[in-house]
């Protein structure tokens, strides 16, 4: 079955600190993986996804096949970070089921 | 349009009430999810269209919940006969879908419809 785990409910970090949200997933095959975000009174949106190996906003994930994590970290954390993150796996089980963890919400202190 | 619309923002309805939530996705985009999103349990699937294909319905908790698809574009999800636990807000996206070109999968969220039941 897919599923999509991040431990963390809270995160709290001061500005300029590293910040590291961790995401663990569970699929049989090779999944699409994405972070999407959601600031203050916004709507959700993408920040970024595996397959682009890109950094958006000074963030990157890198998908760990191994330990089946797809992190996202940033290593000096804004105050503008400051939202709800949410890890999320696009994979094939009868249909494209697109599934979400609960999501981990981060807070950048002053 | 532009964006993926939702209707109503806010519905507030007295328990046992039955409740509609429209979706209006992006034109062109095939595929369209709906979910739950509450305190706590993050962003919960619903249901699933992909084209003409038939729906994954496997996350609709209830029968009480029903959702379709007319022609493609609008989806109504329809909760008959509302209970307290069924507050929360209902998110609709939609997506390209799986045409194979970069970005097809990134899934365009709309506003929510807040859903309270009294």
């Known amino acids: 079955a897919q599923r999509v785990t991040q431990p963390e409910k809270l995160l709290s970090v001061f500005k300029g600190a590293p910040v590291e949200l961790k995401c663990n997933y569970s699929?049989?095959?090779?999944?699409?993986l994405f972070w999407y975000v959601q600031y203050s009174r916004q709507r959700l949106q993408l920040l970024l996804r595996?397959?682009s190996r890109e950094s958006i906003k000074g963030f990157t994930a890198d998908l760990n096949k191994g330990e089946t994590s797809f992190h996202l970290k940033k290593p000096f954390a804004q105050e503008e970070d400051s939202a709800m993150y949410y890890c999320?796996?696009?994979?094939?089980?009868?249909?494209?089921?697109?599934?979400f963890g609960t999501g981990t919400r981060l807070k950048v202190l002053a | 349009g532009a964006g993926v619309s939702q209707s109503p923002s806010n519905k507030v309805t007295e328990k046992g009430k039955d409740v509609e939530l429209r979706c209006d996705p992006i034109?062109?985009?095939?595929?369209l999810y709906w979910y739950r999103q509450s305190l706590g349990q993050g962003l919960e699937f619903l249901i699933y269209?992909?084209?003409?294909?038939?729906?994954?319905k496997s996350g609709l908790p209830s029968d009480r919940f029903s959702a379709e698809r007319t022609g493609g574009s609008v989806s109504t999800l329809t909760i008959q006969r509302t209970q307290q636990e069924d507050s929360a807000v209902y998110l609709c996206?939609?997506?390209?879908?799986?045409?194979?070109?970069?970005?097809?999968?990134?899934?365009?969220f709309g506003a929510g419809s807040r859903l309270t039941v009294l």
């Open positions: 034109s062109g985009h095939t595929a």
């Open positions: 999320a796996l696009r994979g094939y089980a009868g249909t494209y089921k697109y599934i």
């Open positions: 269209f992909q084209g003409n294909s038939a729906p994954d």
């Open positions: 996206a939609s997506s390209l879908g799986w045409r194979g070109s970069s970005g097809a999968n990134v899934l365009t």
């Open positions: 699929y049989s095959g090779s999944p699409e």
């Open positions: 595996h397959i």
